[in-house]
């Protein structure tokens, strides 16, 4: 298998959907935390390495994953995982929004009472039923774990590490999608992850 080096900075947000499907592939990487910005931009700044630098984009974990056999076993499965990855981004950059005004108590209560309100629910529907189009698989998508299934599952273990409980309440009352989430987390590799990395507030 190819070797790989991850940089993001030193947290999960966008990057530990990587490391959690390099879990379940048992693919060995290297796993380069970035402490601050102006490590960052020298990291950027590098323009040849000896091993693969998987700064976060959408076509690092669709590679990765296509390497490690997690993209679908046909054309129709990968279109449709691309569509959930898609969606997921869609939904991270709204949450994103939050981040960001984080400084602004006004703005930031606004932000987050439509994402409990509109913008999470939404989503969450949305999953819900792309799930039930595969109703009679365990899975997102196909008769096993793809990057769909870790992306989604990644995504909303660290929502409410990183902004509370109450955002991920409507997916957490949601019995098919966390009936998904239980099946997602009994993988193996995924489980040793967990062990091994145990979730923390805003993280």
Same mark, same amino acid.
Request: proline share 1%.
């Given at each position: 298998m190819p070797e790989y080096r991850l940089v993001y900075f030193d947290g999960r947000g966008r990057g530990e959907a990587i490391r959690i499907a390099f879990a379940v592939a048992g693919q060995v990487y290297e796993d =380069?935390?970035?402490?601050?910005?102006?490590?960052? %931009? =020298?990291?950027?700044?590098? *323009?040849?390495?000896?091993?693969?630098?998987? =700064?976060?984009? *959408? %076509?690092?974990?669709?590679?990765?994953?296509?390497?490690?056999?997690?993209?679908?076993?046909?054309?129709?499965?990968?279109?449709?995982?691309?569509?959930?990855?898609?969606?997921? %981004?869609?939904? $991270?950059s709204e949450v994103l929004k939050l981040y960001m005004a984080r400084e602004d108590q006004v703005?930031?209560?606004?932000?987050?009472?439509?994402?409990e309100k509109e913008t999470i629910p939404k989503f969450v529907k949305i999953f819900e039923e792309m799930k039930k189009v595969n109703s009679k698989e365990k899975w997102l998508v196909g008769s096993k774990i793809t990057?769909?299934?870790?992306?989604? $599952?990644? $995504? $909303?273990? *660290?929502?409410?590490?990183m902004f509370g409980e109450s955002l991920a309440k409507v997916y957490n009352d949601n019995t098919t999608l966390k009936t998904h989430a239980n099946v997602v987390q009994e993988n193996p590799g995924i489980k040793k992850w967990i062990e091994a990395h145990p979730p923390k507030k805003n993280n």
């Open positions: =380069k935390r970035i402490k601050d910005n102006a490590e960052w %931009e =020298k990291v950027r700044s590098v *323009q040849h390495c000896t091993s693969a630098i998987c =700064k976060w984009r *959408q %076509e690092t974990i669709i590679n990765t994953t296509r390497e490690n056999d997690l993209y679908g076993t046909n054309e129709s499965e990968r279109t449709m995982v691309d569509v959930v990855l898609c969606t997921l %981004e869609d939904l $991270f703005k930031s209560a606004e932000i987050k009472e439509k994402l990057v769909a299934d870790i992306a989604l $599952f990644s $995504f $909303f273990k *660290q929502l409410p590490l």
